[in-house]
């Protein structure tokens, strides 16, 4: 088939599914739903369950909660009763990512026996283990003076919904749902796609209950004082080329996760420091980024975010990918292995794809099969090729395998071009985006929603959109080729990349400067007039270090002043801006990752108080968070008025780069920057903060060598020492 006729296609297929454009991808777009406190998450691999704080699955209209595979939800209810009421949750908790727990008993009851049960004599326990499938064990006990009788009733069902149906979006078509099977142990639920897939879940259950029927299975307990009985049961979710579910039982596969997860950590730097608060949250982010970690046919990568974003995305993906390189740089690796593999290769309207640019998002659903979105992958987004030129350096940087950059060759003169042809719609010298697709996202950076480049007054910037901060990337992404090329002897092309980014600078700072504001202008406009609302990114712009000079004072200024800083990091807009909300998604909430990047930048400038200081913030609001985790965002409420973050209901957690961005913040303190390919380690003015007094890492991979150092902060100075050191890595201290 070819690219034309494709687009014909997924166009047709968009339209006659009774898609809604609005809703196919725009992070603003969700239903919000109602909840009562933080959901219990567990994920392994591609499978998630999203469950209530009881760790039940409710049948609600516009609920979100339900097990996910693919793209799919496999269950959309599960409910339990204990003698036909709802029991009473006491406690729970998600906290081993693999592994969720709750803890319930009983209000007062009439046994199956008719004798009457007081409240809180019945303890049950639920204890559930994601890994191939879900494992339950429902632990029963009576803490009664005498025997008790009591029916536990559990009740499944799967509308088996795309995610995109579930985040919001409107389709007239379905395929067909199979009515409930049940026979003996087990119970099947099935659903016929207009994909002609076929997906099932099954639930099994271990012991045989005493009534099945539909989607219901009932169990008749019988308890003797101090008593206790054990119901089991899995769900399988079944695809005709989803990997085969093996045998094995719930112990065997708890110990099958501990030890990956031991392996995992024990490949990368060992972090330890003298705050238990700040090494929960390293370890959090650490253990959440192992949870997001995901399969897909073209390789393991890091998802972006449960619930909506478990799926490969450009920008999250390698936005982790770049935080977490003194952490590990193994899934930056794969993360470039698999972004090269979707490499765009032909021009395609309804995806958005065209030669050489990076993807922005992969999908595995119904709706993605049927071509009635384009994300098989999208390539709607503006940043994703030259962060991914970056993370190519970066990686080199960390790795020293100059033979993996040479590999890469193509593909990364594929990228330049793109950048340098395609992505310049006008040949202005600056990459912009529109929207080629009525399927596709209006705003195509990392701002995505549709009222998220704004002018001053609030009015919605017309396109084609040139951001600050894609230039500021271009701009760092060939400033660091430049650097590769020269070490491997292509003196003429990295000579030209030198020049190019030496004229990038120039024009951004003649453009993009507000000398009104003092500030960097948030983008420019089709008209290339400057979209003058002050918002985060231009401490994205000082990462890259595309700012002039004379002007980063200003802009750090601007950064800390109270407009933008809310006591819990820097606001993605300032308050004084017409279309500033705090409960907004881009328009004046506190990102984790925009935040990581601007500590870093400032710490590049030689602002590290400051720097200490949004990363004092950081620390703060992760630690008044459930498990030390970071969300996605927060709402940006000031937080002299406020004791706590404020949370966004809709905010994803766990999420990739909020995960990531304490390695960064922790890397910006200690002044990290490797040179594996010179087998050099550089150390830049390391600034541990008050509230950190020392900090100890181990196994740090440095090309081919292994070390570990030892930071300590004695008044206001920091000091460190080489502890040990494999291989002949030489350490360097940079003023």
């Known amino acids: 088939m070819n690219a034309e006729s494709e687009i014909v296609i997924g166009q047709e ?53 339900g097990l996910y595979f693919r793209d799919t939800r496999f269950l959309s209810r599960l409910e339990m ?35 009457i049960i007081p409240q809180t004599s019945v303890h049950v326990r639920r204890t559930r283990l994601v890994s191939d499938r879900v494992y339950e064990l429902l632990r029963i006990k009576n803490y009664h003076s005498a025997p008790v009788e009591v029916v536990i009733e559990l009740t499944f069902d799967a509308d088996f919904r795309d995610m995109f149906e579930v985040r919001g979006m409107r389709r007239r078509k379905r395929g067909t749902r199979l009515a409930p099977k049940s026979a003996g142990d087990t119970i099947t639920l099935a659903y016929y796609g207009l994909d002609e897939v076929l997906r099932k879940t099954i639930v099994r259950f271990e012991q045989t209950p005493a009534r099945l029927q539909g989607g219901t299975a009932s169990f008749r307990v019988n308890l003797a004082p101090r008593e206790r009985k054990v119901v089991r049961f899995s769900i399988e979710v079944a695809l005709p080329d989803a990997p085969p579910v093996s045998a094995g039982d719930f112990t065997a596969r708890l110990s099958d996760l501990r030890r990956d997860y031991e392996r995992c950590f024990a490949g990368a730097t060992g972090i330890f420091t003298d705050s238990e ?70 021009d395609n309207a309804f995806r958005e794809e065209e030669p050489g640019k990076i993807m922005h998002e992969l999908r595995q659903g119904e709706l993605a ?26 990686v080199v940087m960390w790795t020293g395998d ?25 040949g202005d010298g600056f990459v912009e985006y529109r929207r080629r697709s009525r399927a596709g996202l209006v705003n195509q950076g990392w701002r995505d929603a549709r009222e998220a480049i704004v002018h001053r007054d609030g009015t ?10 894609t230039q500021a990337y271009i701009y760092y992404a060939k400033r660091r080729l430049a650097n590769l090329f020269g070490q491997l002897g292509d003196i003429e092309l990295s000579e030209r990349l030198q020049a190019e980014t030496q004229a ?70 300032a308050k004084s801006a017409a279309s500033y909300s705090p409960m907004s998604y881009y328009n004046g909430s506190v990102w984790p990752y925009d935040n990581a990047l601007i500590v870093n930048g400032l710490k590049k400038h030689g602002f590290a108080q400051e720097a200490n200081r949004i990363a004092a913030a ?80 181990s196994n740090l991979s440095v090309g081919r060598s292994r070390l570990s150092l030892r930071f300590r902060r004695d008044g206001n100075q920091t000091t460190f020492s080489v502890r040990d050191k494999q291989g002949g890595v030489r350490v360097v201290v940079v003023e």
């Not at 591609?46 to 009881?54: I, K, N, Q, T």
């Not at 507000?514 to 948030?522: I, L, N, T, W």
């Open 13 to 65: 297929r968009f339209e006659a599914l009774g898609q809604d454009a609005a809703l196919t991808a725009g992070a603003e777009r969700f239903v919000m739903s109602e909840t009562r406190r933080p959901p219990l998450v567990i994920k392994e691999d591609e499978l998630f369950l999203y469950a209530d704080d009881e760790g039940l699955i409710p049948a609600a209209e516009n609920s979100p909660l």
């Open 81 to 115: 009763t204990v003698g036909g009421r709802a029991p009473i949750l006491l406690s729970a908790t998600a906290e081993r990512n693999y592994l969720s727990s709750a803890e319930f008993t009983n209000l007062e009851l009439r046994g199956a026996g008719g004798e």
């Open 277 to 346: 608060q700040v090494t929960g949250v390293l370890r959090r982010g650490q253990a959440d980024l192992r949870m997001l970690t995901t399969g897909t046919p073209y390789g393991r990568t890091f998802s972006a975010a449960v619930p909506w974003f478990v799926a490969p995305f450009g920008h999250d993906t390698i936005i982790a990918c770049l935080e977490t390189l003194m952490l590990d740089p193994r899934p930056a690796v794969d993360c470039v292995r698999l972004l090269t593999r979707l490499q765009g290769h032909t």
């Open 369 to 394: 099969a049927v071509k009635a979105i384009p994300h098989t992958p999208n390539y709607g987004a503006v940043d994703t090729t030259a962060l991914y030129l970056l993370l190519i350096c970066e």
């Open 402 to 426: 100059l033979e993996f950059f040479e590999l890469l060759r193509e593909p990364i003169d594929a990228a330049l071009r793109w950048i340098d042809e395609s992505g310049d719609l006008d």
């Open 460 to 469: 919605v910037a017309q396109g084609p959109i040139a951001l600050a901060e």
């Open 504 to 573: 990038l600078k120039m024009r951004f700072n003649e453009r993009f400067w507000m000398a009104d504001e003092g500030y960097v202008a948030m983008a420019l406009d089709g008209d290339k007039r400057q979209v003058e609302t002050v918002c985060s990114t231009a401490g994205h712009c000082l990462w890259s270090r595309i700012v002039a000079d004379e002007h980063v004072p200003a802009v750090v200024e601007r950064l800390l002043s109270p407009d933008m800083f809310s006591g819990w990091g820097v606001r993605t807009m």
């Open 618 to 697: 950081m620390f703060d609001a992760a630690v008044a968070q459930q498990y030390s985790r970071l969300p996605e965002f927060i709402c940006g409420f000031t937080r002299q008025a406020v004791n706590r973050p404020v949370a966004y209901p809709m905010a994803c957690s766990p999420d990739a780069p909020a995960a990531g961005s304490v390695f960064l913040v922790l890397q910006a303190m200690l002044g990290l920057y490797a040179s594996a390919a010179e087998n050099v380690l550089y150390v830049h003015n390391p600034l541990l903060p008050k509230w950190l007094g020392e900090v100890t890492l």
